[in-house]
């Protein structure tokens, strides 16, 4: 079962521009992770978020949590080709299918 | 720093071999889980397990089991291989304490390819 679904399930910017990714969520949480994922790798968790907050920062990324919408959206300032990845959503154990994000030089 | 570690980065078996991925973290975890992961569908849990020799059915158990002698390792057996098991897999460990209990950390990954 899907808790996390992504939104887009592709993106593409230019280096330079903020990007931006949301998901959905269909339970009640406590918390929300985002993962990054490079191609042909293990996921890296970026950042937690907790139910009780609705927006938390982490250098270029700012993560925002939405619990009457049962919605978070995670946003990259100022990409880099660096950035260039799959971004996933979860909730405990469940995660969304990701955003591939690329960003073109 | 956290380490998960599994056994192969690529794998390639034939149909009906019995396979096994293993699995190591060096963070004294109690949780771990393994996830195989497709095009346009992303990760799917399969097993996972919350202390030594316990474990627990994920969404897709199907031709799959674990098994889980010791805390550090957690380990994926495919027990005949078929094509449709082609994908890749990847390990996790979590803390259950306080602090941020649901954060994983994932190995690699292992490519499985199955002929």
């Known amino acids: 079962s899907q808790q996390g679904e992504e939104d887009p399930q592709a993106l593409s910017i230019q280096e330079g521009e903020n990007a931006t990714m949301n998901c959905s969520y269909k339970?009640?949480?406590?918390?929300l992770q985002w993962y990054r994922q490079n191609s042909g790798r293990g996921l890296v968790h970026l950042i937690l978020i907790r139910s009780n907050e609705r927006e938390k920062h982490s250098g270029r990324l700012r993560v925002t949590l939405d619990t009457s919408k049962k919605s978070s959206s995670l946003l990259i300032t100022a990409s880099r080709a660096a950035d260039t990845a799959s971004y996933f959503c979860a909730t405990k154990i469940i995660f969304g299918k990701g955003t591939r994000l690329h960003i073109l030089p | 720093d956290v380490k998960v570690t599994q056994s192969s980065r690529y794998l390639v078996k034939r149909t009906g071999e019995k396979v096994f991925l293993e699995c190591v973290q060096d963070m004294d975890h109690e949780n771990m889980f393994w996830y195989r992961q497709d095009p346009g569908l992303g990760l799917r849990l399969i097993y996972f397990?919350?202390?030594?020799?316990?474990?627990e059915k994920g969404d897709i158990p199907e031709g799959y089991s674990v098994s889980r002698e010791k805390k550090e390792r957690f380990s994926l057996i495919l027990e005949s291989a078929s094509t449709n098991q082609t994908s890749m897999y990847l390990c996790?460990?979590?803390?259950?304490?306080?602090?941020?209990?649901?954060?994983?950390?994932f190995g690699p990954g292992t490519r499985l390819t199955v002929l």
């Open positions: 339970t009640s949480i406590n918390n």
């Open positions: 996790a460990s979590s803390f259950q304490g306080g602090g941020s209990p649901d954060t994983q950390y």
């Open positions: 397990s919350y202390d030594v020799k316990m474990k």
